[in-house]
């Protein structure tokens, strides 16, 4: 199966990551902020090298109560800190399985939103990224964290989200709506190919904003989201005619 520029949220306790891992390009590790141990990124990590996926670090406020959700009230230097100590933690596992490199860098879940239009927290994660050699991030088209992070002579992967709705100002619909989360194969596909023909995104008001995305997201925990993947390439390849 040709693989598309998909990529995942993985390592945060759901139970169909073998049969997700085949449809990835890529994958972000969750390592201790919101979720993870040793155990955990291990395990993950070892799956994802066994079937040739990428593997990134996904960082996260440190706050597992809220699964890293809700904004937090946290120093700059703290959360330097914790970052810092997130990202080196799968590292190291990495290097012992034979790994030398990150893949990537994508922070996770109330951070990721903050990063987009908050400059002060937006540089503070770009400086320990330039921490690790040779690493780029994942972030929205548009955010403030990709503008600081090509200043800082940092690779962006733009990356747009096949399983979720987005408002007119490209920010997510809030997942306490009932119209937050896309779980159709089809929709998925035809989101996929319109970014990569017409560079557009339909938005939850029906409306069209300009987008690029050079990686698609499905969220590991979205339902059923392996199921969803393959009906997603099934249409993408074969049923979707439009």
Same mark, same amino acid.
């Given at each position: 199966? @040709? ?22 390009? =890529?994958?972000?590790?969750? %390592? ?7 155990? /955990?990124? /291990? ?6 090298? $066994? ?23 946290? #120093? ?5 800190? $914790?970052?810092?100590?997130?990202? $080196? ?6 290097? &012992?399985?034979?790994? +030398? ?12 939103? &903050?990063?987009?239009?908050? *400059? ?7 400086? !320990? *990224? ?6 780029? !991030?994942?972030?929205?088209?548009? #955010?403030?964290? $990709?503008? !600081?992070? @090509? ?19 490209? /920010? ?16 998925? #596909? ?9 560079? &557009?995104?339909? /938005? ?7 987008? *690029?995305?050079?990686?698609? %997201?499905?969220?590991? +925990?979205?339902?059923? =989201? ?17």
């Amino acid at each position: 199966m @040709k693989r598309l520029k998909i990529n995942s949220d993985v390592g945060e306790g759901v139970v169909n990551e073998a049969a997700l891992m085949p449809y990835l390009k =890529s994958c972000s590790v969750a %390592c201790g902020g919101h979720y993870g141990n040793e155990e /955990t990124m /291990t395990k993950t990590a070892t799956l994802a090298i $066994s079937k040739g996926v990428s593997i990134g670090a996904h960082p996260s406020y440190p706050d597992k109560i809220n699964f890293g959700r809700n904004e937090m009230v946290i #120093s700059l230097n703290d959360l330097k800190e $914790s970052l810092h100590d997130q990202i $080196s933690s799968l590292l190291l596992i990495l290097n &012992k399985l034979g790994v +030398d490199k990150l893949d990537h860098i994508k922070a996770h879940g109330a951070l990721y939103h &903050k990063c987009f239009n908050d *400059v002060e927290v937006a540089k503070s994660f770009v400086e !320990i *990224v330039k921490l690790f050699e040779n690493v780029k !991030i994942l972030a929205p088209y548009k #955010s403030v964290v $990709s503008k !600081i992070a @090509k200043e800082n002579d940092i690779k962006v992967d733009y990356e747009v989200f096949l399983d979720r709705n987005y408002n007119d100002d490209y /920010t997510l619909v809030s997942r306490d709506k009932k119209n937050s989360m896309i779980e159709n194969g089809l929709e998925m #596909s035809r989101r996929y190919k319109m970014i990569l023909n017409e560079s &557009k995104v339909k /938005t939850i008001s029906n409306n069209f904003i300009d987008m *690029v995305g050079d990686t698609f %997201c499905i969220h590991g +925990d979205t339902n059923n =989201s392996h199921i969803l993947l393959n009906n997603f390439y099934d249409n993408y390849f074969f049923n979707d005619k439009t």
